[in-house]
């Protein structure tokens, strides 16, 4: 049959099709009893008619999957075909069930090498993720099993049908569309001699289902984010900086944006409050900026709440009771919650002229807009920090920085989208840019703000949602889809967290409890 001569519809099937589908189940199934009554087919239409679909070409119908649904816990343990079959040939279609379960997938003879099957398997599994449906199910024959019986457990069968050492036409088909084997069941159709009664119970996870429970808690998909690539000058008073900090803040809000992302050390022009002499003491000049944190942490922590936003406030510097100093990013929830990531790596020119300290803790922290990470500047250029985020189930990571030249700029930008791509998240990267020659240790900055996501179909050729125009101050929007980053981390093209070989390496985070005088647990 030459592909010019097909002319293929899918749709539901309907009642005046029985005629058709028993002579197609006749001819496929003569071996296991044929068709199933009208009044059966007629039954499952009228209780779940999304769930029967039909191909047919020139109005001949040529491929054909029946579907019922059922309660998951009852059917993804061991049971027989028998405990889908009531009374009459009745087949049971429980409608306050979790999960759909594959009665028949029958493509007539002459159309198979066209994958009209995958078509109707595609079609199942749309329709289970719009019904938000936990699963579908199927118990599938073995047909092939009876010509290696004799020298093959069922078990050692399935090994080498996984393999591929044996092809099964139901078995392999089905491992080809992402189905797994469960369990294999014993006694399932005792007439299919083929098979010799047995089957496998395959599993196709529907990785969208969200339980009723959470389903009412509407958690959010669609996530915008607002970064605002600041532009250091001089300010003449703390008042000035938080008023142009308020005027982003509010731009963003208007935008509907969840999250206003500021760059690493945005307030640092306030040193310049000092005269140039007083900044040749750069440790006095640190600590004076410091001065201002807990100002910024409460008129932020105001306007997060007034302006109904999450603000990633790119990082400040907070000096502790014992005088040691952090470089900080605080996130204000519009909750009014506020929580901390410290820099945990310290570059050399801020250990060496600022004497900072790097931190010990490593958090995700749960929005109200996805799971986040925060890692500052130089952090992003470390791997594994990002991959011990990713085991938390991390969406979006926002990494604000600070780079004076275009090569320090691209270490950062090269290492962030390198962390997109491996841990299957976004990235959203927010710098500054501008020239202070009055303020000493802030001459220069290069800067382009950018939204990075994984390289695959789902997403843009070049895995950059969003970027700025370099060296000028703006705002960026980008809107994140939460629901593809679910999809490409298990069927996406390739799938580097589920692929990660653990047999060979594994990743962990000391515990630094004893610095805190915590007393271990003993062993």
Known sequence: MSLDDLHLNLRNLGPDDYPQLKTLMDRVYHDIGGAWPQATI??????????????????????????????????????????????RETILNDPDGDAMYGLDVLIHPDYRGYRLGRRLYEARKELCRSMNLRSILAGGRIPHYHQHAHELSPAEYLDK??????????????????????????????????SQGFATLLEWNNILFEPAERVLENRPTQVRVGAVQWQMREFSSVESVLQQVEYFVDALSDYQSDFAVFPELFNAPLMGLQD??????????????????????????????????????????????????????????????????????????????????????????????????????????????????????????????????????????????????????????????????????????????????????????????????????????????????????????VTNLKDRRKDLFDLRWRDWSWKSGANLEES
């Open 42 to 87: 007629d039954k499952l239409i009228a209780e779940f008619p999304d769930g029967q679909i039909l191909i047919e070409d020139d109005e001949t119908i040529v491929g054909v999957a029946l579907t019922v649904l059922v309660d998951y816990d009852t059917f993804s343990n061991p049971h027989r075909y028998d405990d889908l079959i009531g009374k």
């Open 161 to 194: 049908v996984a393999r591929k050492e044996i092809h099964d036409p139901i078995l392999s088909f089905q491992l080809a569309n992402d189905f797994q084997v469960k369990r294999l069941l014993r006694k399932y159709l005792p007439e299919d001699e083929k």
């Open 276 to 493: 140039r002499a007083a900044q040749q003491d750069q440790m006095a000049a640190i600590r004076f900026l410091a001065g201002f944190t807990e100002q910024f942490k409460t008129e932020l922590s105001r306007m997060a709440v007034s302006c109904n936003i999450n603000i990633v406030a790119g990082s400040m510097i907070e000096e502790r009771e014992d005088g040691q100093l952090f470089n900080v990013c605080y996130l204000f929830h519009r909750d009014g919650s506020l929580e901390a990531q410290s820099k945990l790596h310290i570059t050399p020119q801020e250990r060496r002229d600022w004497v900072i300290e790097g931190g010990d803790e490593l958090k995700v922290f749960d929005t109200d807009a996805g799971r986040v990470g925060i890692l500052i500047c130089y952090d992003v250029e470390f791997p594994e920090l990002s991959r011990l985020l990713a085991d938390q189930d991390m969406d979006i990571l926002f990494v604000p920085f600070w780079t004076d030249t275009k090569n320090g700029y691209l270490r950062v930008r090269h290492c962030a989208q390198a962390r997109a791509i491996e841990n299957e998240c976004y990235v959203v990267l927010c710098g500054s840019v501008g020239n202070v020659p009055s303020i000493e240790n802030m001459e220069i900055q290069y800067a382009q703000s950018s939204v990075f996501s994984p390289s695959d179909f789902a997403f843009p050729h070049d895995a950059v949602l969003s970027e700025t125009t370099p060296n000028t101050e703006m705002i960026m929007f980008s809107d994140l889809d939460l629901t593809r980053l679910t999809v490409v981390r298990a069927e996406g093209s």
